[in-house]
């Protein structure tokens, strides 16, 4: 039985990497002003759903306390967005003129997100965004005491993105958390950089 569980961990691992491939590949055509467009949306909803987020975690995780929670939440919606809104993420975002250079900005892919038991819905939240600010599709990876959470964060983040244009899959996250599943994120072919945060082993594995 544990080995079937390890299997459609596997399975579902691959899956939303491949339909965040697919999404990404559409994504990476998207302009500047779009791409604005759903990260406000995306703070929006952030915003909208800080208490209940931080409510969840508490309850599942035992870690930590409401108003922390809630004052995370809201400010890896509010405040980082405040932050990112004004920079630049497609096409030429610095002109040299002197050195004759042009730097232009390139989404990298797919992204794999790991994500803490500490804080599973603030980091959810901001990796999305800066995910989706660059043009890059992300799946998360939850730890196993805070998979309810997580996944809630990144079903909320991705319904807000879709419904602002986005394309379907950009967002995804591991339900049947495992060990072997994280790992597949981390090592699959398509996945073109990670962004851990967690205790030293799993940095270190990253």
């Known amino acids: 039985m544990e080995l079937d569980r390890d299997l459609c961990s596997l399975q579902e ?29 995306m703070r929006e909803a952030g915003e909208a ?7 969840m975690a508490v309850s599942e995780t035992g870690m930590g306390n ?27 975002i610095r002109e040299d003129q002197e050195q004759k250079l042009w730097e232009i900005a390139e989404p990298v892919g797919v ?20 995910a989706l600010k660059t043009r890059n599709a992300i799946v998360f990876s939850p730890h196993p005491s805070a998979v309810r959470c997580t996944h809630e964060a990144a079903k909320i983040m991705e319904q807000a993105a879709v419904a602002a244009g986005a394309p379907e899959g950009v967002i995804g996250c591991i339900l ?3 060990m072997g599943a994280t790992n597949e994120l981390m090592k699959h072919p398509d996945v073109a950089m990670i962004l ?10 990253a």
């Open 13 to 41: 691992t691959r899956n939303l990497v491949r339909a965040a491939r697919k999404a990404q590949e559409a994504l990476k055509d998207f302009s500047q002003e779009q791409v604005d467009h759903i990260i406000d949306m």
């Open 111 to 130: 992204i794999a997100g790991i994500i803490p038991t500490t804080n599973p819905t603030s980091t959810v939240i901001y990796k999305a965004m800066i």
């Open 196 to 205: 851990a945060t967690g205790g030293s082993a799993l940095v270190k594995a």
């Open 66 to 92: 409401y108003n922390d929670k809630c004052f995370k939440n809201y400010f890896a919606s509010r405040t980082l967005y405040e932050f990112i809104k004004p920079m630049k993420t497609v096409g030429i």
């Open 49 to 55: 759903n800080a208490a209940r987020l931080a409510m």
């Open 176 to 178: 049947n958390v495992s």
